[in-house]
Every structure is written in structure tokens, then in C-alpha cells.
């Protein structure tokens, strides 16, 4: 599971995979749900911890929050956020 994680947060530095892709995939995949929000959003191109950090918080996710977790509002204020910076 670790390895598969790493994989995912790999294939979002190169821009294989999108964020809306990855929370899509979440709803299905156990493997992906369980990751952490903040985790994927430090391993998109250009977001570092304090930017993803910032994120979450202009959302209200909490910072120990999964991606399986997350609410369909939730979802979407994330990837606009994600859009604007």
C-alpha cells in the first residue's frame, strides 16, 4: 500500500495524474482513499507544505483529514483552491 501510495504521488509531481482524477479514484480505490489529503496536495507541481497547508485551511480540511473522507463540497472548494494558485 505504501508502495502504490508513492507511485500516486509520483504520477501527481509529473502531471500524470490530476488532482480531480486522484479524488475520483478515492471513492472506489482503498488504496487511494486512504491517503492524506495533505499529502497529495504536497506532491502536486508547485505546492509545497506551507502552500498545501494554506489550502486546507482556506477550504476547512482538517490536516489529518483522508481523501476518502472528504464531502462532495469539500471536493470542490479543494479543487478550485487548487486551480487559483
Do not use: F, Y
Amino acid at each position: 500500500m505504501r508502495r502504490e501510495r508513492a507511485e500516486l504521488k509520483d504520477h501527481l509531481k509529473s502531471g500524470r495524474v490530476s488532482l480531480k482524477d486522484l479524488l475520483t479514484q478515492a471513492e472506489t480505490n482503498e488504496t487511494v482513499g486512504k491517503m492524506k489529503v495533505l499529502a497529495a496536495l504536497e506532491a502536486l507541481p508547485g505546492t509545497g507544505k506551507v502552500k498545501a497547508r494554506r489550502l486546507m485551511e482556506q477550504v476547512g480540511i482538517s490536516e489529518t483529514r483522508r481523501l476518502q473522507g472528504l464531502g462532495a463540497k469539500q471536493r470542490e472548494a479543494l479543487l478550485e483552491a487548487a486551480e487559483r494558485s
